[in-house]
């Protein structure tokens, strides 16, 4: 046995080959688990990093991009093209056989017998030979550049050539310079963190980095530069963690899955291709179309029937792109909607409150979070009985908050927070126990100003026109079974608040929709007022808040229109879904699509719902064509070969043409075009950025989000 413990096979000590001396070699450490699959390298990251993404007008996918002219050039009938371009070519043929078999004479042959000498000009020369073919090239060239150019021969070329079989043109794989390297981290390097772009780069490199990294280590130093954090702490981050580090509070640094197309450089989420149609304008045709935080800061309404993609189609990829935003450290989002709605899977929030189902682990907090008693009445007012203002953009419910005012503030001085929903509706009801033990703890507590709220909430009990009989037949519809472990106050739940949007939170409401339908309805206006006075109140705007409600019906509100309005100025934006405008007001329909830049019209509109969207859209001037055709009848002979010779040609009869031209002012789509003429699975859209930018209505198709453009 050998000194370590393995027998030799070749028998004697003497027979043995003597081992150098030194420490036994140890094998090398694996680099991956026994059977797992190979490490993926950078390259495809760095590849979509490195993709050019050029300045576009709003709502175009910016990754690859190639700009289109804004004019379309005119394009020749492709029959008319070829027979032009075969009949120049039997032309060219024709002269040049002419002058070769001397019927045009030798006058065409007179340059060359000028140049040349008289000693080239001898028979079996070589010389002469040479130059006089020489010259015969150089006269077929001329001819064929003539009629190359009258028969169109480059158009046919780009059209029908090698050019057009190539459906993309070839991809660079040369890294771009240092200086223009995004991989470099070059901003780093500047501010003096070389090291840790060093470090980031090598990550990228060894395929450790993905987009939402990217975005998130590009926000944090974002904070840097603005201040909100030190140049060390985020240096020792990188450094220590590589591209792990300034994680989401969640740890996670990606979503379960992705079903939409994503691009994390620019911030947009793909939706579709817009339609190679006449309606939209050349530039945008065949595009991606794409939005962004710079677009939903306007907010967005999307009205369509059941089945026609709303949620789908336009409502889950935008989640999707606000959820990897919010891991980012770039957005806050919340989604409100029913129980299996199709908002993502639970992983792909940090907080989901089931409304009405006991498991749920987070509540809701039914007065935003707040403790002054005017701002919380205003929230629940809003929610309680929005909908019953007067439907006009100068309705309010400030009479409403007014007798919540005077029941919560006394009520939060005696207990130290606010009514539950069972206590809320008995002092709305005016029940003389809890209001008869709440003046005698004001009393007693000498709150003489309450005492006055609580005298002025009981002189108006019973009289007409009190609306707290209104209010407490609305909290009676939260005041059911169904919800009796929910909007606790006392501190024994876990409320979720909309006070948390300074951070980057990704939150999901499941709305009870089975048998309290209008309770549903209150907390998606409870959500979207809470909404509104939050995101007004937060010191970090550079955190860009969206609230997403996959059904607004019964959510349009005079104070909703105008909190909206508001929206743009905080950075935050809403994106709402409707079957049809007949589920809102009828006088706050235009207010409504004033105030929101982003407007979907998708497939199966009715004409009625057509006619606000025409309105909002307006008209265009364009040009208009008028063309008066008159066949031309032939009486010779020679006039009828001519005219069969011209529809072997143009495939039309000859006709003399009358063109009137002129400027007609028109709708840019009809009430009746967007009822009939928009496709299944296609849609109408509009959009306008935050900096004022505007895309005209176009039409595009949402069932190919991540083809290429």
């Known amino acids: 046995m050998d000194s370590d413990g393995t027998h030799d096979a070749r028998g004697t000590h003497a ?68 027979s032009g371009a075969f009949i120049a070519f039997l032309v060219g043929y024709l002269i040049w056989s002419l002058l070769w078999n001397g019927y045009l004479g030798g006058w065409w042959l007179l340059p060359l017998y000028a140049m040349i000498p008289d000693s080239w000009a001898q028979p079996h020369s070589f010389a002469s030979v040479v130059v006089v ?93 603005s201040g909100r954090h030190s ?20 740890g996670e640094r990606d979503l379960p899955g992705r079903l939409a197309r994503h691009d994390l450089v620019t911030g947009q989420v793909r939706l579709g291709t817009t339609a190679d149609d006449a309606r939209n304008p050349y530039a945008y045709r065949g595009t991606g179309m794409a939005l962004g935080p710079e677009l939903l800061g306007t907010s967005l309404l999307a009205v369509g029937p059941a089945g026609s993609g709303k949620t789908g189609g336009v409502v889950w990829p935008l989640v999707e792109s606000l959820c990897l935003h919010a891991l980012a450290g770039r957005a806050a989002v919340v989604v409100v909607g029913a129980a299996g709605a199709g908002l993502g ?62 029941l919560l503030g006394p009520y939060r001085a005696v207990h130290g927070r606010f009514p539950s929903v069972p206590e809320l509706r008995q002092l709305l009801d005016g029940a003389p126990g809890p209001l008869g033990a709440l003046r005698k703890a004001l009393t007693d507590g000498g709150q003489e100003s309450l005492l006055r709220e609580l005298d002025a909430r009981e002189r108006q009990m019973g009289q007409p026109g009190d609306l707290g009989g209104v209010l407490a037949d609305r909290v009676a519809l939260l005041d059911r079974p169904a919800f009796a472990g929910f909007f606790d106050t006392s501190g024994q739940t876990r409320p979720f ?48 808040a969206c609230l997403v409600l996959d059904d607004a019906t019964g959510v349009v509100t005079p104070d909703a229109v105008r909190g909206i309005q508001r929206l743009r100025s905080a950075n935050a934006g809403v994106v709402m879904t ?130 290429e453009a």
């Open 15 to 82: 027979d043995r080959v003597p081992r150098p001396a030194g420490p036994p070699r140890v094998p090398p450490r694996p680099t991956q688990a026994p059977g797992g699959p190979p490490r993926p390298d950078g390259s495809a990251f760095l590849s979509w990093l490195r993709t050019p993404r050029p300045e576009a007008a709003p709502g175009v996918w910016r990754f690859g991009h190639r700009p289109r002219p804004e004019v379309e050039p005119e394009q020749i009938p492709a029959r008319q093209l070829l």
């Open 133 to 225: 073919y020489a010259y015969y090239v150089a006269v077929a060239l001329g001819i064929m550049i003539g009629v190359g150019r009258l028969g169109r021969w480059g158009e046919v070329w780009r059209r029908y050539g090698p050019p057009a079989w190539r459906r993309a043109a070839p991809v660079d794989d040369r890294p771009p310079v240092p200086e223009e390297d995004p991989a470099q981290w070059n901003a780093l390097r500047a501010a003096g963190a070389a090291d840790a772009a060093d470090r980031l780069g090598s990550d990228a490199r060894a395929g450790l980095m993905s987009d939402v990294d990217h975005a998130r280590i590009t926000r944090a130093w974002q904070g840097v530069r």
């Open 231 to 250: 140049l060390a702490t985020f240096t020792g981050a990188v450094l220590r963690e590589g591209a792990a580090a300034c994680l989401h509070p969640s």
């Open 345 to 406: 899977p639970v992983d792909a929030y940090d907080v989901v409150v089931r409304v009405g189902n006991p498991e749920s682990v987070y509540d809701l907090d039914l007065y935003g979070g707040t403790s002054d008693p005017d701002e919380a009445a205003a929230v629940l007012a809003e929610a309680l009985v929005g909908d019953l203002a007067d439907p006009h953009p100068s309705g309010d419910s400030r009479r409403s908050t007014t007798v919540l005012a005077q």
């Open 497 to 544: 608040s909309l006070r948390a949007l300074d951070h980057p939170v990704r939150v999901r409401i499941d709305l009870p929709q089975r048998g309290h339908a209008d309770a549903s309805r209150i907390l998606s206006r409870l959500v979207l007022a809470q909404f509104a006075a939050s995101v007004a109140v937060r010191e970090d705007r550079s955190l860009f």
């Open 578 to 707: 409707l079957r049809t405008l007949d589920d809102a007001p009828r006088p706050l329909r235009s207010p409504l699509l004033g105030a929101i830049g982003c407007r979907v019209a998708l497939s199966g509109l009715t004409p009625w719902d057509g006619q606000d969207f025409a309105e909002v859209w307006g008209k265009e001037w364009i040009e208009a064509r008028d063309v008066t055709d008159r066949q031309i009848i032939a009486e010779t002979p020679a006039g009828k070969a001519v005219h069969m010779l011209r529809r072997v040609i143009t495939g039309n009869a000859p006709t003399a043409r009358a063109v009137t031209v002129r400027q007609v002012e028109r709708e840019r789509w009809s009430a009746s075009e967007l009822a009939h003429a928009v496709p299944p699975g296609h849609a109408v859209l509009s959009l306008t950025s935050v900096r004022g930018e505007h895309a005209p209505p176009l039409l595009v198709d949402l069932r190919n989000p991540g083809a």
